[in-house]
């Protein structure tokens, strides 16, 4: 048995998602997902959302480009986090 201590990965706010990774690369989640708060959701199903995307794609571009944007900060606010961790780690050894 893997003892696997809970880690915010962040937090998100009204008007964001998650997912994306699973409907991109058609696997299993990465995360799971704890709301702090009473929240209600929107959850769309990997066919209906690339069915959306071919058939209306004025809805779908701006949709796509916006998962890209919110993708492209998270990995830029997880880089930033792992090299201040690795670099406390020298600062301080």
Same mark, same amino acid.
């Given at each position: 048995?893997? !003892?696997?201590? !809970?880690?915010?990965?962040?937090?998100?706010?009204?008007?964001? &998602?998650?997912?994306?990774?699973?409907?991109?690369?058609?696997?299993?989640?990465?995360? !799971?997902? $704890?709301?702090?708060? *009473? #929240?209600?959701?929107?959850?769309?199903?990997?066919?209906? &959302?690339?069915?959306?995307?071919?058939?209306? *794609?004025? $809805?779908?571009? *701006?949709?796509?480009?916006?998962?890209?944007?919110?993708?492209?900060?998270?990995? #830029?606010? !997880?880089?930033?986090?792992?090299?201040?961790?690795?670099?406390?780690?020298?600062?301080?050894?």
């Amino acid at each position: 048995v893997v !003892d696997q201590a !809970d880690t915010t990965l962040c937090k998100i706010g009204g008007g964001e &998602f998650f997912g994306e990774l699973g409907v991109f690369l058609q696997g299993k989640r990465t995360a !799971d997902v $704890l709301a702090e708060t *009473p #929240s209600r959701l929107f959850r769309m199903a990997t066919t209906a &959302f690339l069915l959306m995307v071919r058939q209306i *794609p004025e $809805l779908g571009a *701006p949709i796509l480009f916006n998962i890209g944007i919110i993708t492209a900060r998270r990995m #830029s606010e !997880d880089n930033q986090r792992y090299y201040r961790e690795v670099t406390s780690q020298y600062l301080w050894a």
